[in-house]
T-cell receptor, first 113, second 112 residues
Framework: DAGVIQSPRHEVTEMGQEVTLRCKPI?????LFWYRQTMMRGLELLIY????????DSGMPEDRFSAKMPNASFSTLKIQPSEPRDSAVYFC???????????FGPGTRLTVL | KQEVTQIPAALSVPEGENLVLNCSFT??????LQWFRQDPGKGLTSLLL?????REQTSGRLNASLDKSSGRSTLYIAASQPGDSATYLC???????????FGAGTILRVKS
């Protein structure tokens, strides 16, 4: 398996622009997670899905952030409008129902100027 | 609210040394604890997972222990190698497989 795939790997945008991050989980995994990593706050869970349904979005920082999972093989995290403080590395991870371990993608480094 | 602390924040050792990384957490009601490795520009790789009912797990040169009642875990790396250089993250699972709370990590550098 190719593992969790994220795109783009790097994104540079200007404040106020819409940003869309993409994730393809490992085939057959039932859970998908979005995390954000910053120097100040470390690695934080933003939202997770089970069978394409959002289960817990309590970590989503503001209404500017939204996430969708239209099917089992694709998820998006959207920021609209983006702000400089959104600059971070965003990770996607997935997990199989029968296992404890989450498998992480390589991350998307977002820079908002 | 669960808080996870890792000590030290950074560590530099010569090749061949044995070393210990520490992790503490404030809420002992955890399902399990994991140690991850993060290399620059890459995602996280799970190294060891200890269930709340277990005391330790071993994989090769790595040994992780868990004292749930005192809220502590250690990661022991034997005979360190330059390839072990990375950031090591401790995470406690507050909900079966789904709610990981991470520490800030320990940056390890093994000098050849």
């Amino acid at each position: 398996d190719a593992g969790v795939i994220q795109s783009p790997r790097h994104e540079v945008t200007e404040m106020g622009q819409e940003v869309t991050l993409r994730c393809k989980p490992i085939s057959g995994h039932d859970y998908l997670f979005w995390y954000r990593q910053t120097m100040m706050r470390g690695l934080e869970l933003l939202i997770y899905f089970n069978n394409n349904v959002p289960i817990d979005d309590s970590g989503m920082p503001e209404d500017r952030f939204s996430a969708k999972m239209p099917n089992a093989s694709f998820s998006t995290l959207k920021i609209q409008p983006s702000e400089p403080r959104d600059s971070a590395v965003y990770f996607c991870a997935s997990r199989d129902l029968t296992a404890d371990t989450q498998y992480f993608g390589p991350g998307t480094r977002l820079t908002v100027l | 609210k669960q808080e996870v602390t890792q000590i030290p924040a950074a560590l530099s050792v010569p090749e061949g040394e044995n070393l210990v990384l520490n992790c503490s957490f404030t809420d002992s009601a955890i399902y399990n604890l994991q140690w991850f490795r993060q290399d620059p520009g890459k995602g996280l790789t799970s190294l060891l997972l200890i269930q709340s009912s277990q005391r330790e797990q071993t994989s090769g040169r790595l040994n992780a222990s868990l004292d749930k009642s005192s809220g502590r875990s250690t990661l022991y790396i034997a005979a360190s190698q330059p390839g072990d250089s990375a950031t090591y993250l401790c995470a406690v699972n507050m909900e079966y497989g789904n709610k990981l709370v991470f520490g800030a990590g320990t940056i390890l550098r093994v000098k050849s």
